[in-house]
């Protein structure tokens, strides 16, 4: 479990292609500090297994659905990677929960600089649409974000986050440009609820969570 506070950009160092999967070595000396074996550390937004460590860099196996899903496939050498080890019971939650299980990934429609700020758009899946809301909490590449606007329909939908200075510094989004693919996690809560409402569990909801004499939670029984 990670907040989707980055706590330093790392860089690949080494990439091992092994028939469908691979396993990538990222230089990264704040976040191996203290790794043991087993340790999760996520990688732009990707939670991935420490297998191996030095006192600079950890080596991680990457499989098949993780490289279909993410950024990791085009993953090569010097590339600039977004890393937070795992949050630890009794930690401040600075961003939002986040499991590192990438929902796909986004494309940078454009990037408007504001005074003190960078506005950017981002392609959304017709699969990811109902999960995005204005005002919502989304991951990009593991940095926790706020949705700022959303439009679209769901051929062309879109939504933007703003990025203050202190995340176009601390994090690889303040490289990013139009094209660019990014991996993208929504809301663990917003996926739960679409489940059920999918299964039609909703209406089981126990009468004894329901307050009657609220019109609103009565109509969800």
């Given amino acids: 479990m990670f907040t989707g506070i980055i706590e330093q950009i790392g860089r690949i160092d080494r990439v091992d292609r092994v028939g469908d ?54 993953a090569s050498v010097g590339l600039a990677v977004n890393l937070e080890r795992a949050a630890r ?77 202190e995340t176009l510094v601390a994090t690889t989004l303040g490289e990013r440009v139009i094209g660019d693919r990014v991996n993208i996690e929504t809301d663990i809560l917003a996926r739960h609820v679409e489940r059920m409402l999918s299964l039609g569990l909703h209406s089981s909801i126990p009468s004894s969570l329901v307050d009657d004499s609220n019109p609103l939670e009565r109509s969800i029984r």
């Fill in 21 to 74: 999967s691979a396993r990538i070595t990222v230089n990264g000396p704040a976040v191996v500090d203290g790794v043991r074996h087993g340790d999760s550390i996520a990688v732009s937004g990707v939670c991935l297994t420490v297998v191996e460590s030095t006192e600079n860099s950890f080596t991680a196996d990457v499989m098949a659905q993780t490289l279909a899903m993410s950024t990791l496939d085009g």
């Fill in 89 to 165: 019971v009794g930690d401040r939650l600075g961003g939002h929960i986040v499991q590192g299980h990438i929902d796909g990934t986004a494309q940078v429609l454009s990037a408007t600089d504001g005074d003190a700020w960078r506005v950017v758009r981002l392609s959304l899946d017709a699969a990811l649409a109902p999960l995005v809301v204005d005002k919502g909490s989304i991951a990009i590449d593991g940095t926790s974000l706020t949705v700022s606007a959303i439009g679209g329909g769901l051929d062309d939908g879109w939504f933007e986050v703003s990025l203050i200075p």
